[in-house]
């Protein structure tokens, strides 16, 4: 069992930056691929962007270009850095995390492939 924990979520101003963290408790972390969803109000869950053990990363695209995936596997943590935030980025951010390995990348998006969730931390964005 693996527990995730989010943390640095809050409210920004449109235009700004955020940056959220994801501590697992897991001594084989680099062997976890690691993703973000987020949740806003009366909408589906969707997938924001996962990075795999092997550092390769993958992007929706509503958030290519201003969000940055990162991990460092010594400190157990995937880090999610937001800029250029928008109104619509206002949501609950949860990290994810599993091991299933999958040939393509794009199997990634899919919130099914991982096995272990954050209990989310939130995210609002401010005009």
């Known amino acids: 069992q693996v527990q995730l924990v989010e943390s640095g979520g809050g409210l920004v101003q449109a235009g700004g930056s955020l940056r959220l963290s994801c501590a697992a408790s897991?001594?084989?972390?680099?062997?976890?691929?690691m993703a973000w969803f987020r949740q806003a109000p009366g909408k589906e869950r969707e997938f924001v962007t996962a990075?795999?053990?092997?550092?390769?990363?993958v992007y929706a695209d509503a958030v290519k270009g201003r969000f940055t995936v990162s991990r460092e596997n010594a400190k157990n943590t995937v880090w999610l850095q937001m800029d250029s935030v928008r109104l619509e980025d206002t949501a609950v951010y949860y990290c994810?995390?599993?091991?299933?390995?999958?040939?393509?990348?794009?199997?990634?998006?899919?919130?099914?492939?991982?096995?272990?969730w954050g209990q989310g931390t939130q995210v609002i964005v401010s005009s």
């Open positions: 994810a995390a599993g091991t299933t390995i999958y040939s393509s990348i794009n199997y990634y998006t899919k919130a099914g492939v991982y096995d272990f």
């Open positions: 897991t001594r084989t972390f680099s062997n976890y691929n």
């Open positions: 990075i795999r053990g092997s550092g390769s990363r």
